[in-house]
């Protein structure tokens, strides 16, 4: 019995890595970017702050709350947000990267994962699935 917990177990980790790696990140097309100034190889990043309740609008108006979020990307980082095209699958990214950085493929991953997750924290990215079909997140 424990044998079969362990294979289901298995199966459904496997099934989660799989879909992890086809998974294709999205920029939100509310993002603006441009480059550091005097570093073509860095970008910042801007997002415009969506204060959802009433009061926190009042407040925001109020007191000149920040209107939008900024990030500035280091070289590595800003390499990686120039590849996520909306169409390349998250495992193609960490191989392309591994390759790049010169790293095996686990170790990318164990990097670019929590890089995105953060991105997406920032609501810079989302998480597409691609189709049956192949043709892009949907």
């Known amino acids: 019995m424990a044998g079969r917990d362990a294979e289901r177990t298995g199966d459904t980790a496997g099934e989660r890595f799989r879909e992890a790696l086809s998974a294709v990140p999205v920029k939100n097309a509310r993002v603006s970017e441009s480059p550091v100034p005097g570093d073509p190889d860095r ?10 309740s009433a009061p926190m609008r009042a407040a925001a108006a109020l007191f000149g ?13 800003t390499g990686v ?3 996520i ?19 095996g493929f686990f170790e990318a991953r164990a990097l670019l994962g929590p890089y995105l997750q ?4 920032n609501g810079l990215v989302v998480a597409g699935v691609k189709s049956a079909g192949g043709g892009g997140p949907g």
């Not at 970008?43 to 959802?52: N, S, T």
């Not at 909306?86 to 193609?92: E, I, L, N």
Request: charged share 40%; net charge positive; proline share 2%.
């Open 65 to 77: 709350l920040a209107s939008e979020k900024r990030l500035r990307l280091d070289r590595i980082g």
């Open 43 to 52: 970008v910042e990043l801007r997002v415009p702050l969506r204060y959802r």
């Open 118 to 121: 953060t991105l997406a924290k």
């Open 81 to 83: 947000w120039r590849r």
């Open 85 to 103: 095209d909306g169409k390349t699958m998250f495992g193609d990214l960490v191989a392309e990267f591994a390759e790049r950085e010169c790293l």
